[in-house]
T-cell receptor, first 116, second 112 residues
């Protein structure tokens, strides 16, 4: 069975601190995609990154960086020098590619509070 | 670039009423997905359509039905609404697989 676990339900940090959101996934498929989405208080799901299972290169985009490690089935997300606008719920998600039109499996989300 | 359009953005209904949510996918996307996100919950898959045929089904109540039309837009019909149906309903579309998988802004349904 496929599963995404975000063990951190809620995190609070002071502005300008770095914060890492953990994500561990389970799947028996060898081909899959991992995602991170941000959900601000307004409710929309904002796409942050998509990574396929064959690409273990870490990625950096501005203050955001992602560490993908297949050996530990983890896809962690780090925000450097956090800002109040980063306050949101962050979802890690998994999609399998064995089916053409499969659904996304979300983790329970981590609510991030950035305190001024 | 065109995005996934959902309407309405907000909807308030009374218990036992019926609601219809609409989703207009990105042009040339042939697959549409519906998700339900309750308060404080993660989005849960309801149903998907590929080329106007139902392709997968999740935990969708029997009171809900959906279809995809010839122009690829999709509608989610919810009858005999209950208080527990209050949620954010997301539609997503893709051209197949995970690449280009795009969510709409959601419809917030409140049942009173």
């Amino acid at each position: 069975a496929q599963k995404v676990t975000q063990a951190q339900t809620e995190i609070s940090v002071v502005e300008k601190e770095d914060v890492t959101l953990d994500c561990v996934y389970e799947t028996r498929d060898t081909t899959y995609y991992l995602f991170w989405y941000k959900q601000p208080p307004s409710g929309e799901l904002v796409f942050l990154i998509r990574r396929n299972s064959f690409d273990e290169q870490n990625e950096i985009s501005g203050r955001y960086s992602w560490n993908f490690q297949k050996s530990t089935s983890s896809f962690n997300f780090t925000i450097t020098a956090s800002q109040v606008v980063d306050s949101a719920v962050y979802f890690c998600a998994l999609i399998l590619t064995s089916n053409r039109d499969d659904k996304i499996i979300f983790g329970k989300g981590t609510r991030l509070h950035i305190l001024p | 670039a065109a995005g996934v359009i959902q309407s309405p953005r907000h909807l308030i209904k009374e218990k036992r009423e019926t609601a219809t949510l609409k989703c207009y996918p990105i042009p040339r996307h042939d697959t549409v997905y519906w998700y339900q996100q309750g308060p404080g919950q993660d989005p849960q898959f309801l149903i998907s359509f590929y080329e106007k045929m139902q392709s997968d089904k999740g935990s969708i109540p029997d009171r809900f039905s959906a279809q995809q039309f010839s122009d690829y837009h999709s509608e989610l019909n919810m009858s005999s609404l209950e208080l527990g149906d209050s949620a954010l309903y997301f539609c997503a579309s893709s051209p197949g697989g995970s690449y280009g998988y795009t969510f709409g802004s959601g419809t917030r349904l409140t049942v009173v």
